[in-house]
């Protein structure tokens, strides 16, 4: 079964502290995306890369970065986290061109102290 | 910037009874695409629709498409307790990459 995972299903960090999200995919995707969910706000798009080492802002980068080395592996890292960072942060893989949609980890809920 | 706007926000019916769920977006779109969400779990996409297709279904969902109108509707028939989710829409402007709505909580009744 293909799948996207996500390495942590709940953590919570202190402010101040760097924290890194990761993601795996095993489909050979081309594309990998990070979101976070807040109640009323939705999915908003963090960052995004088409390949690896490849990177581009989505509509929310501040505060973060990322680092895609390996094809199957894309990392959210939080460089110095904060209150306002706490919320679900989901994971998203997907081929260019195709019809399937993406495919979404089951995300990690982080809550910052 | 928040693309799709589902309307309504929350919908409770009857197991049984049909759901029905509007997308509004703004710009220029390539495909339109819905998702599901469990409470608290990653969502699943549904089905795509190409901005020079009208209607498609799988199953017991209906997804019509309105470019003029700029507008999206996802009907699930004969609904189910197990369709209980938060539904999304999300569209793509040829770059691969989705903008999501604020989605639609469903909650059916047994």
């Known amino acids: ?81 904060s209150t306002n960072q706490t919320s679900m942060y989901l994971c998203a893989s997907s081929s260019p061109g195709r019809d399937y949609g993406y495919t979404f980890g089951s995300g990690t809920r982080l809550t910052v102290v | 910037s928040q693309q799709g706007e589902e309307d309504p926000q929350a919908l409770s019916i009857q197991e049984g009874e049909n759901a029905t769920m509007n997308c509004s977006y703004k710009t220029s779109i390539n495909n339109l695409q819905w998702y599901r969400q469990n409470s608290g779990r990653g969502l699943v996409h549904l089905i795509l629709i190409r901005s020079n297709e009208r209607e498609k279904h799988s199953g017991r969902l209906r997804v019509t498409l309105d470019t003029s109108k700029k507008s999206s509707s996802l009907l699930i028939t004969a609904s189910r307790a197990a369709d209980t989710a938060s539904y999304f829409c999300a569209t793509d402007e040829s770059t691969d990459k989705l903008i999501f709505g604020t989605g639609t909580r469903l909650q059916v009744f047994p």
């Not at chain 1, 995306?33 to 929310?60: A, C, H, N, T």
């Not at chain 1, 501040?62 to 460089?79: D, P, Q, W």
């Open chain 1, 1 to 81: 079964d293909v799948k996207v995972t996500q390495s942590s299903r709940y953590l919570v960090k202190r402010t101040g502290e760097k924290v890194f999200l990761e993601c795996v995919q095993d489909m050979d995707h081309e594309n990998m995306f990070w979101y976070r969910q807040d109640p009323g706000l939705g999915l908003r798009l963090i960052y995004f890369s088409y390949d690896v080492k490849m990177k581009e802002k989505g509509d929310i980068p501040e505060g973060y970065s990322v680092s895609r080395e390996k094809k199957e592996r894309f990392s959210l890292i939080l460089e110095s986290a």
